[in-house]
C-alpha cells in the first residue's frame, strides 16, 4: 500500500513565535512551567490556547471551566474570524505597549487582551441569538477583568487596551480597526433612549485615559481624543479634540496616531 503523504502544516508564525516564547521562558523560570504548559504548550493552536486560558480565566461555581471552554471551542471552530481578530490584537499590543516585550505577555498577563477576546466570544454567541451566555460571559469578564463591554457591540481588528481597567463599551457602539486606548474609557450613551445611542469610533483612532465619548456621534478615523475629555459631538477625522466639553484643539500630527501612541497634543514624533 502506498504510504500517504502528510499534509504540510499551515504556517502560523504569530503562534510559533508565542510558542518559542513559551520554551524560553521556562528554561529561564522553571517555577512557571505549569503555567506555560497548561495554557500554551499542551496545545496546538492558539485558538485552542484561548479557548483554555478564558475558560480558566471566566469560571465560577455557577458556569465549569469544562462548559466555557466547549462553548469557546466552538466559537473558534465555527467563526475563523475570531483566531484573526485575535492575532491581530496580539500584534497591536506588541507593537504599541511600551510594556510588552513578547507576544505571550498579553495570552497569559494582560487582562485588556483576555477581555478582548472573551468579548470577541460572547459577541458571537449574541450573533447566534444565545444571548443569555453571551450576558453571563459579559458580566464575568466585568467581574474578573473590571471591563464592560457589551455583547452586541462592534470592535474591529487590531485592538489594544493598555492597562484596560474601567473600560465601559456600550450595546450600540461600534469600534473600527487599529483602535488604541488607555483605561477609564467610556464609549455610553446619554440617556434611556432604547435605539441607537452610542459612539461610532473610526478607524486608527487614539483615545486617551479617562476620555469619555457620549452619544450617538462618530469620531472620525485617525483622530485624538486627549485624556479626561468628555465628547458629547462629532469629531472630523485627522483631529485632535481636548477638554470638557471637547473642542478641536488642532490636526492629530501625524497620520496613524493609534500606532504611535503619542499624546502630545503639539504632534508625533518624527513629524
Known amino acids: 500500500m502506498a504510504e500517504l503523504q502528510r499534509k504540510p502544516r499551515k504556517l502560523d508564525p504569530v503562534w ?35 479557548s483554555y486560558r478564558l475558560a480558566m480565566k471566566l469560571s465560577s461555581t455557577e458556569m465549569s471551566a469544562q462548559i466555557l471552554r466547549e462553548i469557546a471551542d466552538e466559537a473558534y471552530e465555527t467563526a475563523p474570524a475570531l483566531g484573526e481578530a485575535a492575532r491581530a490584537d496580539l500584534v497591536a499590543i506588541f507593537e504599541r505597549d511600551a510594556a510588552c516585550h513578547s507576544l505571550m505577555q498579553p495570552l497569559l498577563y494582560f487582562k ?29 469578564v466585568s467581574e474578573v477583568f473590571g471591563v464592560d463591554i457589551h455583547p452586541a457591540a462592534i470592535i474591529g481588528k487590531g485592538l489594544m487596551i493598555d492597562h484596560a481597567h474601567s473600560i465601559v463599551i456600550g450595546e450600540t457602539a461600534v469600534v473600527g480597526d487599529n483602535v488604541s486606548m488607555l483605561h477609564s474609557v467610556t464609549l455610553g450613551g446619554t440617556g434611556k433612549e432604547d435605539d441607537d445611542r452610542h459612539p461610532k469610533i473610526g478607524n486608527g483612532v487614539l483615545i486617551g485615559a479617562g476620555a469619555h465619548v457620549l452619544g450617538n456621534i462618530t469620531v472620525g478615523s485617525c483622530s485624538r481624543i486627549a485624556a479626561g475629555s468628555v465628547v458629547l459631538e462629532e469629531v472630523p477625522p485627522c483631529k485632535t479634540v481636548a477638554g470638557v466639553p471637547a473642542k478641536i484643539v488642532g490636526e492629530a500630527g501625524c497620520d496613524q496616531p493609534a500606532l504611535s501612541m503619542d499624546q502630545i497634543l503639539n504632534g508625533c514624533p518624527g513629524q
Not at 513565535?17 to 513559551?22: C, K, L, N, S
Not at 512557571?32 to 485552542?48: D, T
Not at 466570544?121 to 459579559?138: P, S, T
Request: proline residues 2%; aromatic residues 10%; positive net charge.
Open 112 to 140: 485588556g487582551f483576555q477581555a478582548v477576546q472573551a468579548y470577541r466570544v460572547g459577541h458571537w454567541l449574541w450573533e447566534q441569538g444565545r444571548r443569555d451566555i453571551a450576558y453571563f460571559i459579559q458580566a464575568r
Open 16 to 50: 510559533d513565535q508565542i510558542a518559542q516564547e513559551a520554551r524560553a521562558a521556562v528554561l529561564k523560570e522553571p517555577l512557571i512551567g505549569g503555567l506555560v504548559h497548561s495554557s500554551i504548550l499542551h496545545h496546538a493552536s492558539l485558538e485552542r490556547a484561548l
